[in-house]
């Protein structure tokens, strides 16, 4: 079974930049849309960005960081990349990596995320 296991947050002053990675254990192209999630403490998860594989089309970002966040793919690192620039406090949370799996019952799967915190 794939897995998948993110890693770059940590702590950043508001403005800095971080980058976070979602590698999956085996092929990525096992999933026909990796996502970017977020998870504050005491609200409700948001989807942050999507992207379809393998061509790295259909790219969607939710409204509070376009302009500043970008998502992108490595299939052959069998990964999806979030880049964060221009982070601000509201930003802290904890960010999960989803995928949706490309064969029926096209099943989701989860990493276990990485924590963002945006302070001075």
């Known amino acids: 079974q794939v897995q998948l296991v993110e890693s770059g947050g940590g702590l950043v002053q508001p403005g800095g930049s971080l980058r976070l990675s979602c590698t999956a254990s085996?092929?990525?192209?096992?999933?026909?849309?990796v996502a970017w999630y977020r998870q504050a403490p005491g609200k409700e998860r948001e989807l942050v960005a999507t992207?379809?594989?393998?061509?790295?089309?259909?790219?969607q970002y939710a409204d509070f960081v376009k302009g500043r966040f970008s998502i992108t793919r490595d299939n052959a690192k069998n990964t999806v990349y979030l880049q964060m620039n221009r982070l601000k406090p509201e930003d802290t949370a904890v960010y999960l990596c989803?995928?949706?799996?490309?064969?029926?019952?096209?099943?989701?799967?989860w990493g276990q995320g990485t924590q963002v915190t945006v302070s001075s």
């Open positions: 989803n995928g949706r799996a490309r064969c029926l019952p096209r099943a989701n799967y």
């Open positions: 085996g092929n990525i192209l096992h999933f026909n849309t």
């Open positions: 992207i379809s594989l393998p061509s790295g089309g259909a790219i």
